[in-house]
């Protein structure tokens, strides 16, 4: 394993790239440590990331351990959430230590656990692994979307996809929000919904974004 | 804009020693609320700036004289909606005020969320624990003593509509306490807080508030902002709260509103419990059947049935019959007429007034004895299913269908409504939630929604139709609808709106309640459409002494003869139809009573006028509403595209050899 300087500058790259941001002053301004000009100029003599001009670009090697280290961050992220239910707020920080210290075969214990998710807590892709393609249909999901209940039941929603800030505002004034439960009442002629006495009609998309655990597990009560 | 708020501060308190204002959330009681302490007179007007309407009442105890200030619903104080925002201003602006929360027991949650916002903004403030009953019924139980100790405040249990608990309420109006309780942010929210507060000025809300509204990002706030502070410690707040935001994923809003929420999930754990519930009652069997994808139908068509008997029959016809035959054709209009000759010399100015395109004799009689009775039935029909919670489970019903013509279900409303009156209908708009929305319905309603006044014509005239006629007529205006909301939604820039719609329970309509709506609604009716139609008449008086008539006449009759192939005698009867719709249609109806139109000539003639913008009073409202530029947009679309339907349907009918 390569050193954790290297491994969260790989991170801050794969991260940078989905947005599509590849400038090598971005890049820079986005790292917080403090040599990271040095760290980028290690990477390439290892031969991780091509730095071109203006350009920082991750090469095959590079790519490659990018995307697993984000995977661990990722589904370390989903793991402390859904499981632990940590606090949105201590999650990032939490993940940020697992994505040094878990192994492969780990990882795939989790993701499988878990379900093989596709998005993080706030709505990043999670880059797949082996286990995703091979396991696909042995494991029930612990966690479903909104969607694929049945009419009539019930689920604690463990995350909203944050497709909109002003989408996740207005759900969290309406007390739609992580832990609380949720019971879908009808899909047709569309999604009607009921959090405490609040009920809801919504569009399909919203009821999409929505995750749940199914079953009631009101927390602390 | 800052402007406008500092005057609202002193409109809304004319001599009053301060005001009391309502804030909630949306369906909790509390326009009966309002009614309870303010009696029977109230103003309804529109916030200085907005077209967020305010209600206002003055009460009396203890020797002061308050204003009650009836806000829109909310779900939040960090705006996300118009109404949102002039309440956030209100509270912000409003100097000597007590708020009076209105909650909704059962929804106490939700509740909470704005009563920690209202702590926080450290005003005097009282929590009215409205629908205990509801709440009882539902095995939730509500410890409101302890709510009280908790917050600092009072708390009082109400069910507004039995008046219990209300003298409490009135009373402690009187002595109302601000709230102790604060929320405990995370330490880096709370240290920028600190530091933003410092730099902020003296102001009828806490500085914390202000600060924590600053820090979520709130950008309605600019405009205060600026009138407020300098460009330089806008930049610093602006610094701090990016400082803050780099350390969070989520966006700050988000953040921490979320610690709000805890901090609320906290305090229901100790106050809030629900015991088994007593199954399920009839009201949400109801509701469950008006939602049902199959069984919901029927009582959707039943429904309709029954608001047409009402409105289309009994407003429409009955109620109309007697205001204009009677009322106004036997006595107001004759009396005017005589009263008018009497005094008045000049011949201009008494046509002007009582001529055959009279202000009197034409506008007012249109505006008030034919149309007042359609608006007015509707409204009570309207208010009917608004109070029992059928129209959100109607959205429901229809939303995947409106989704197709790029709208959601809440566009059901004003739609609705159009069947009534195209002009009221237009102004409702103003509940959806994106200027594209409005743009959508504003030019569906003036195409192809036909109102009532002319419906009642066109159903008239196809009735002596055969079944095929009715049909190729509602067959065309539906295809239009549809196709024009479908290809203009792909064409008209901006964005749709979320569809998240609240289902209040089903409820028994209070009556009072339903006469005051009614009431406010008829009075906005008369103040701000009836000028309209008197401005329209002024038009078309105009338009007839300088002779335009005759000549629009004239150039409108090839296209009416050789596209549409109907007798030149029926330009007038189009003419007349933009200037007021049913005249249109009756104009059709003499012509084809007298065998000059043949069916097919009929249904042709009667798809264009549909289709034509409804009346002069629509267009006036469109200018309004959408402003001029938008209206002559879709004015120059909508006449020719009627005429060319008209003259394809022709031209169809003519090459099939159909004969209907
Ligand atoms: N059961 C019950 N219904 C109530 C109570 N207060 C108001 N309502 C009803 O709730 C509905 C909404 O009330 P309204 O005052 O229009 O709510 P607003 O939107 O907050 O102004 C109406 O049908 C009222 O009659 C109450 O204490 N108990
Ligand atoms: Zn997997």
């Known amino acids: 394993m390569g050193n954790e300087a290297t491994d969260e500058l790989l991170e801050l790259l794969w991260i940078l790239r989905e947005e599509g941001e590849d400038r090598l002053t971005e890049v820079l301004q986005a790292a917080e440590a403090a040599n990271a000009e040095e760290t980028l100029r290690n990477m390439a003599r290892e031969g991780l990331i091509n730095l071109r001009s203006d350009r920082v670009i991750l090469r095959q090697e590079g790519k490659k351990r990018a995307e697993e280290i984000v995977r661990r961050h990722r589904l370390a992220e989903r793991l402390l959430w859904e499981v632990l239910e940590l606090e949105q707020r201590y999650i990032h920080p939490e993940a940020c230590r697992f994505e040094h210290i878990l192994s492969p075969e780990v990882t795939e214990s989790i993701c499988t656990l878990l379900g093989h998710p596709h998005i993080c807590p706030h709505g990043k892709p999670i880059p797949r692994g082996e286990c995703c393609t091979k396991f696909k249909t042995e494991v029930k999901p612990l966690v479903v979307r909104l969607i694929d209940l049945e009419a009539g039941e019930e689920g604690t929603i463990t995350f909203i996809v944050p497709r909109s800030h002003s989408r996740l505002d207005r759900l969290l004034a309406l007390g739609i929000t992580p832990g609380s439960v949720v019971k879908l009442h009808q899909k047709r002629p569309s999604y009607v919904i009921q959090v405490g006495e609040t009920e809801l009609a919504v569009d399909d998309e919203i009821a999409h974004d929505i995750y749940v655990k199914r079953g009631i597990e009101r927390k602390g009560q | 804009m800052h402007g406008h708020g500092a005057r609202g501060g002193h409109r809304f308190r004319k001599g009053a020693d301060r005001a009391i204002v309502l804030v909630g959330n949306p369906n909790v009681g509390k326009s009966v609320v309002f009614g309870l302490l303010t009696g029977q007179y109230v103003t309804v007007s529109n916030y200085p700036g907005t077209t967020v309407e305010i209600a206002q009442g003055t009460t009396g105890f203890h020797g002061s004289r308050s204003v009650v200030i009836d806000m829109p619903g909310i779900n939040s104080l960090i705006p996300m909606s118009e109404d949102e925002r002039v309440t956030r201003d209100i509270l912000l602006k409003e100097r000597s005020q007590v708020v009076l929360q209105v909650a909704d027991a059962k929804n106490l949650r939700r509740a909470l969320l704005i009563t920690l916002q209202l702590a926080e903004m450290e005003l005097p403030l009282i929590l009215d624990l409205n629908m205990t009953d509801e709440a009882r019924s539902r095995g ?64 009828p809300i806490s500085r914390r508030s202000l600060a924590l509204m600053l820090l979520a990002g709130d950008t309605s706030l600019v405009p205060w902002l600026k009138a407020y502070l300098r460009e330089d410690i806008i930049t610093k707040i602006d610094q701090i709260r990016q400082a803050v935001q780099a350390h969070y994923p989520d966006r700050l809003s988000y953040v921490i509103n979320q610690q709000r929420m805890e901090a609320v999930d906290s305090i229901m754990k100790e106050v809030y419990s629900v015991t088994d519930k007593t199954g399920t009652s009839l009201a949400a069997h109801l509701s469950r059947w008006s939602m049902h994808p199959v069984g919901g139908i029927p009582i959707l068509l039943g429904v309709l049935y029954l608001v047409y ?141 036909p109102c009532s006044a002319q ?41 749709g709106s979320d569809f998240i719609l609240e289902l209040p329970p089903i409820r028994i309509p209070q009556f009072s309640n339903m006469l005051l709506k009614t009431a406010a609604r008829i009075e906005w009716y008369l103040k701000e459409v009836v000028p309209l139609f008197l401005l329209g008449t002024a038009v078309l008086f105009a338009f007839d002494k300088l002779q335009l008539l005759d000549i629009i006449r004239k150039a409108a009759s090839p296209v009416i003869v050789g596209l549409l192939g109907l007798p030149i005698q029926a330009t007038e009867a189009f003419l007349l139809g933009f200037l007021r719709r049913d005249y249109g249609a009756a104009g059709l109806f003499m012509l084809a009573k007298a065998g000059q139109l043949n069916p097919n000539q009929t249904v042709v003639s009667l798809v264009t006028i549909t289709l034509f913008v409804p009346c002069i009073a629509n267009f006036f409202m469109i200018i309004k509403e959408r402003g001029l530029k938008t209206a002559l947009g879709m004015v120059g679309f909508i006449f020719p595209f009627a005429f060319l339907v008209g003259g394809l349907l022709n031209i169809a009918l003519k090459y099939l050899g159909v004969s209907l």
């Open chain 2, 455 to 495: 419906l009642g014509v066109v159903l008239g005239m196809l009735g002596t139709l055969s079944l095929r006629a009715a049909l190729v007529w509602a067959g065309v205006v539906l295809g239009v609808l549809l196709a024009v909301g479908f290809l203009s939604s792909r064409f008209i820039p901006g964005r």
């Open chain 2, 140 to 203: 939730i139980s509500i410890d409101s003593r302890r709510l009280s100790d908790i917050l600092g405040i009072e708390a009082i249990p109400t069910v507004a509509t039995r008046r219990e608990g209300t003298d409490r309420l009135v009373k402690e109006l009187s002595n109302p306490r601000v709230s102790k309780y604060t929320v405990k942010y995370d330490r880096r929210i709370e240290e920028a807080v600190g530091k933003i507060a410092e730099l902020l000025p003296e102001q």
């Open chain 2, 309 to 449: 008997k009402f409105v289309g029959e009994f407003g429409a016809g009955t109620a109309v019959d007697f205001l204009e035959g009677v009322i106004f054709g036997r006595y107001l209009n004759p009396w005017s007429v005589r009263l008018v000759e009497y005094l008045v010399p000049i011949s201009i100015v008494r046509d002007l007034l009582v001529g055959e395109y009279g202000l009197i004799t034409m506008g007012l009689t249109y505006a008030v004895a034919i149309v007042l009775p359609i608006v007015g039935t509707f409204f009570v029909a309207f208010g009917l299913l608004e109070d029992s919670g059928y129209l959100p489970r109607l959205a429901t019903m229809v939303n995947r269908l409106f989704k197709i013509i790029g709208l959601n279900g809440k566009a059901v409303l004003p739609m609705v409504l159009g069947l009534g009156c195209d002009t009221m209908a237009t102004l409702t708009t103003r509940i959806l939630e994106t200027a594209k929305e409005r743009i959508l319905v504003t030019l569906l309603l003036a195409l192809a929604i």
